[in-house]
């Protein structure tokens, strides 16, 4: 059975979520308006597939919601050329350790993120 590979990915958001949502405004004080608002994640799933996922209210078997609620309201598109240069993970881990390093490397270059 082949090793299960993380991948990350960034999505579009609408800028609506920075004026509609508190908690993003908060977490994205360096947001200036110019650049995007995006949404960071990790999923072993493809980018899209995981895209889709969000975009549906995906829920599991047990009727645990697995999408994020600002990507299912605001979520626009994929951004492949912000994460197609990270390689897939083995690890959990080290994949959530990358989701965060890379959305705090978005806030720093000014765009507003947001990440679970």
Known sequence: MPKVQYRIYVIELSKRVFTENAKFR?????FNGVLECLYVGM???TPKERFMQHK???R???GYKLSSNIVQKYGSYLRPSLYNHIDPMFSRAEALKMEETL?????????????N
Do not use: D
């Open 26 to 30: 908060v977490a994205n004080p360096q």
């Open 103 to 115: 959305a705090l490397e978005l806030r720093g270059k000014r765009y507003a993120v947001w990440f």
């Open 43 to 45: 999923t072993s799933k």
């Open 56 to 58: 549906i209210g995906h």
């Open 60 to 62: 599991n078997k047990k």
